[in-house]
């Protein structure tokens, strides 16, 4: 099978080399040296300061949210992966949908200053694919009304807008550093706070509060990347232009091909360096991506329908016996989870099966 994406690992002896160390040392976690070293690596990499990294990405959201006991309305996204709604339940707010713009995928500004209320606390966005949200215009709707500015950033790793990180816009932004994303650690995360206080405290969040010996000054958590995460993050890192730099030979040469067929539409991309994490295509109706993915399927390639259905249409929405995509108008989220697949992206996708996938689609769209 031909899986939507591949996890990069590095080459053995590079891990085994790290690993030896681990073994003379035995400090597998807890702020250990690797974890310390590839904090800072990536502040470098990404042109961020006060990055914290963290067992995962759904932790890193948790944690983002709960950073300052925030309470009531989270005007979010819908068209986006579980975590990003699950973790508004799990921390007791409430998430409320705007709908996206049909362009760029992410969440529309015009739509998120409609479902401001009094209750209303911060905004959740996700830069969809990794493609930057209209930073500026979300950042002046949450001054204007004195929100909180969330980004999930999962798949926003290297992306950068107007020439610098996307991570720096908001209060704060998350990443993930998932086996299926661009840069991996296995499983793994980080937060980037906006300033100094902030950072502080999510580090005392992150290892349960716990300050010194005998001071614990918050009720935190167990959010820690463990020293076997931080070497394989150390490890990946040194392969990462590279990595992406196929990622895009293989993305534009899918767009060059596909474009032909004038009923297949692209993601609109505003970033001015993209890290190429997703290859999705807006098919003419649910009923043509369907017909594609399972035709792609039959041939041994496993596409992938991120973000179908809508967070808002699980069951345990459902249950209450509202219809929430109705309630909340989310025409474009709709319309665009209904066309989009994911097609298979990854540096050692080999030429000849990219060129199946295109060949597949191109005979059915
Ligand atoms: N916010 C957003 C917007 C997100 O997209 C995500 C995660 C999060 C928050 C939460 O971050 P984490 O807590 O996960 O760090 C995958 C990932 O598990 C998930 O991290 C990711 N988003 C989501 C978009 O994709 P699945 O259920 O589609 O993964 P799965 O297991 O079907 O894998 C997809 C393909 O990847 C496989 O067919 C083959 C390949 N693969 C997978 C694994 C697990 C590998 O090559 N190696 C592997 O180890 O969710």
Redesign the pocket.
Known sequence: MI?????DLPELEKYIEYLKEIWSTRWLTNNGQFLQLLEKKLEEYLGVKNLVLVA????A?QLALRAYERKGEVITTAF??P??TNVILWEGLIPVFADIDPETFNIDPEEVKKKITGKTSAILA?HVYGNPCYVEELQRIADKRNLELIY?A??AFGVQYKNQSVLNYGDISTL??????VFNTI???AIIAKNEQLFERLKLMRNHGIKSEEEVVLPGINAKMNEFQAIMGLCNLENIDKNICLRETIYRYYKEKLEDAKSIKFQKLIASRYNYSYMPILLENIEKRDKIYSRLIKNGI?A?K?FFPLTVSFDYFKQKGVNLAEKYHLKNALDVANRVLCLPLYPDLEMQNIDRIIEIILEQA
């Open positions: 899986t939507v994406t591949r996890s995962n990405g759904t932790l959201l986006t992966f975590a990003t996700v999930d999962a798949h993930s550093f998932h086996a299926t994303k499983e793994g995360g496993k992938r991120y």
